[in-house]
């Protein structure tokens, strides 16, 4: 790289997709006062960015994504953005703060910082921005509110903000309601801590999820397979760079991260999964006939799936699961004709699953750990009690989006019943320590096979007392090498198979034979289902033995999630 020969009059610089080496050089932007495309993406660059790039003041497109640039990004690149129109620095190691230099006269249509380290708040000079169309800072440590300024950029379409730190309601002042949010066709807030009710009116206006696709005109089509002369090669000058550029993106669809490249306009996905929202399902999601993905997995909602859910004609992935929806499942569920991947596991739904064109054809897994669904795909008991294969215990919000589910060892205590355990150590003094004692139990079609009973694989994680997923720092994003940021403020205690399990406040409790340490209160809450003792983690010592009996009862020993005895 630091021999590249560059002319002065050059005007496209499209060195993306190879393998450069090195770092970029520092007076490069001397050499590009006539240029108005750079991207220099997909290589193995590193170092930081030169601050000469802002003396290139003709630059429209300026793309370094897929690096290893480190460093703060330069101020004078938002002050830029009164020509610049693109700016993509994601997945690199950015740090620090987003410059708040956005100037009035932004013309900014995309921007995107996703899979840096960046923190701090969104910059409200940003506001300013009044053509931006892609906002993607997902993957990034950026902390504060919801950014009620964004509704009022009308022209926004894709709103990327996963996997950060922001927290708090998303409902804005009626002064800030997005009365003109009319072209959003992705927003994706999943892996934050934004909390209370889902803001019905607020969706209201949400147009192009609302209409059908044959009712939109493809304005926002990129169109840069279509910029071709007749020799077969791209001509630069028949438009904008905005318009030949393509924007990339990473939602979670169908249970995989997918990035999408050359976003349609006609795609449009709402993922609001892993926060703490509550409340009923806002029947206005109901009308986005338009939708093809609808994640609202992992929260605090309850009530019941909406009947109307026969309205998302073009739906092809919904995830329900891990809330607190009770009543049966929608009839009209089963009408939806594009549904390939569904999931309602861990809910309280009882009832016939209904019966449709493709709904048997899912896992069983789709309908686990709910309290009293039946019929196919579930299997039949002999004395006709319709169960899942591998039933799952009841539990709170999990930073996992797609079954990565621990089923927890309980073990109950009665009083002069001895109850076969498994992995109980017998000792002169009893020490229940409630903590670091998790079984994962791997039937995902889309992480890991089937495994029999004997076969499960375990984790172990210390202190991990009752698993609550506090996004982003737990769930990385599967297939992208993109670790969860934020380590450095939690303790990394074990990692299993991709998924990140982070030290938690430990939940303890004290007993002795004569009964004179009691059972301290447990955070944890989740009632037991189906114990499977787990012999690995005891010493060789103490295995085999199966029986233990106490002649004192333990207070709530049904709600706890996680425990380990331990011998001292």
């Known amino acids: 790289m ?32 006539s240029t108005y495309f750079l991207s220099l993406s997909n290589n193995n660059l590193h170092g930081s960015i030169p601050d000469s790039l802002c003396k290139a003041s003709q630059l429209q497109v300026f793309d370094f994504s897929v690096n290893n640039i480190s460093g703060t990004i330069p101020p004078c690149l938002m002050t830029m953005t009164s020509t610049l129109e693109v700016l993509n620095l994601g997945k690199n190691n950015l740090t620090g703060l987003i410059p708040d230099m956005f100037p009035f006269y932004c013309v900014l249509s995309t921007l995107n910082f996703h899979g840096n380290l960046l923190h701090g708040p969104i910059p409200s000079s940003l506001s300013d921005c009044s053509f931006l169309t892609v906002l993607d800072i997902g993957s990034n440590q950026i902390s504060g509110g919801f950014p009620c300024f964004l509704p009022n950029i009308p022209s926004l379409s894709i709103l990327v903000l996963r996997n950060n730190r922001f927290n708090g309601s998303i409902e804005c002042s009626d002064s800030q309601a997005n009365e003109h949010w009319k072209m959003i066709q992705i927003v994706d807030i999943a892996f934050n801590n934004f909390n209370g009710k889902l803001p019905e009116k607020y969706f209201t206006t949400w147009d192009r999820m609302i209409h059908n696709k044959d009712d939109v005109v493809s304005d926002f089509i990129h169109t840069v397979d279509t910029i071709v002369t007749e020799t077969g090669t791209y001509n630069y000058n028949i438009l904008p760079p905005y318009m030949y550029y393509q924007d990339s993106v990473t939602v979670s669809t169908k249970g995989q991260q997918l990035e999408l490249v050359k976003i349609l306009k006609i795609f449009t996905v709402i993922d609001f999964s892993s926060n703490h929202f509550e409340g009923p399902i806002p029947d206005v999601l109901m009308d986005f006939k338009a939708i093809h993905v609808l994640n609202l997995s992992n929260n605090a909602l309850y009530g019941e799936i909406p009947s109307t859910i026969g309205n998302l004609q073009q739906l092809e992935s919904l995830d329900l699961s891990n809330n607190s929806l009770v009543g049966e499942i929608p009839v009209q569920i089963a009408s939806l004709s594009f549904l390939s991947y569904l999931n309602l596991s861990l809910n309280h739904l009882v009832g016939m699953i209904p019966t449709g064109t493709q709904i048997q054809s899912f896992q069983s897994s789709s309908f686990e750990g709910n309290d009293g669904l039946f019929g196919p795909p579930l299997i039949e008991k002999p004395y006709g009690k319709m169960e899942n294969l591998h039933p799952q215990p009841t539990s709170g919000r999990q930073a996992c989006s797609n079954n990565w589910n621990f089923l927890s060892v309980e073990l109950g205590f009665i009083s002069g019943l001895g109850i076969i355990i498994g992995p109980v150590m017998l000792w002169k003094q009893w020490r229940v320590y409630a903590e670091s004692l998790a079984r994962f139990q791997g039937d995902s079609p889309y992480i890991y096979p089937l495994y029999g009973l004997g076969e499960l694989p375990q984790v172990y994680a210390e202190s991990l007392a009752c698993f609550q997923g506090d996004s982003p720092y737990i769930y990385p994003l599967y297939g992208l090498g993109e670790l969860p940021q934020a380590f450095a403020s939690l303790s990394l205690s074990s990692v299993y198979g991709g998924t990140y399990m982070l030290n938690k406040p430990e939940c303890k409790h004290l007993i002795n034979p004569s009964g004179s340490e009691r059972w301290k209160s ?47």
């Not at 590249?4 to 590009?32: A, C, K, M, T």
């Not at 289902?529 to 787990?534: A, E, S, T, V």
């Open 522 to 568: 447990c955070a944890c809450n989740q009632p037991m289902r189906h114990p499977i003792p787990d012999t690995n983690l005891a010493p060789q010592e103490f295995r085999g033995v199966e029986k233990w009996s106490s002649d004192f009862v333990v207070p709530d020993w049904y709600k706890s999630q996680m425990v380990n005895l331990v011998s001292q």
């Open 2 to 33: 630091q021999n590249l020969v560059i002319s002065s009059n050059l005007e496209v610089l499209d060195l993306h997709n190879n393998q450069l080496l090195g770092s970029i050089p520092q007076d490069i932007g001397n050499y590009l006062s």
